[in-house]
């Protein structure tokens, strides 16, 4: 958790968000768009086996933790703006997650994607997925960790990067 206090009380100071260059931007949608794809023709499981499979050839080399956490949430944007220009009114949080954790294994930022049950009678799903990076939420605030289980992380390590 030391890196979200960074986060909240460090403002511009500690870090600069680097840029995210029109290359990588296009890997970004290419990448969201496929794995949407995948989905949508061969299900939750083929999606899932290519998600692990996902490997980066020019991975980004950000050495600072918090610009990467803040490079990973622009590529979030991006990420969430094609899933939801794809799928109208039809968005869930495993569809947000699966292109976001895909794009930034693409990008070789050491995402995984967590699959957690309801822990909480407070929390109307049963079932909720988010993304983690270096085991802090990026796609959802950190209390999600309190209201859901989590049942399985994908990739399981991070070394599977």
Do not use: T
Request: glycine share 2%; hydrophobic share 50%; aromatic share 10%.
């Amino acid at each position: 958790m030391n890196l979200y206090f960074v986060l909240l009380f460090a403002k511009d100071r500690a870090a600069k968000v680097p840029p995210l260059p029109f290359k990588r931007l296009l890997r970004v949608i290419v990448i969201s768009v496929w794995m949407l794809l995948i989905y949508r023709i061969y299900g939750l499981n083929k999606a899932m086996d290519r998600l692990k499979s996902i490997r980066c050839k020019d991975p980004v080399r950000i050495k600072n933790p918090l610009a990467e956490f803040l490079f990973a949430r622009r590529v979030m944007v991006w990420s969430q703006f094609v899933v939801s220009l794809l799928n109208a009114g039809k968005i869930d949080s495993f569809l947000r997650s699966l292109s976001l954790c895909a794009s930034l294994k693409k990008l070789g930022i050491p995402a995984q994607m967590v699959l957690g049950e309801k822990s909480d009678d407070h929390v109307i799903e049963n079932l909720h997925v988010w993304v983690e990076l270096r085991q802090i939420p990026l796609n959802e605030s950190w209390e999600v960790e309190w209201h859901f289980r989590e049942i399985k992380r994908i990739p399981e390590r991070f070394d599977v990067h």
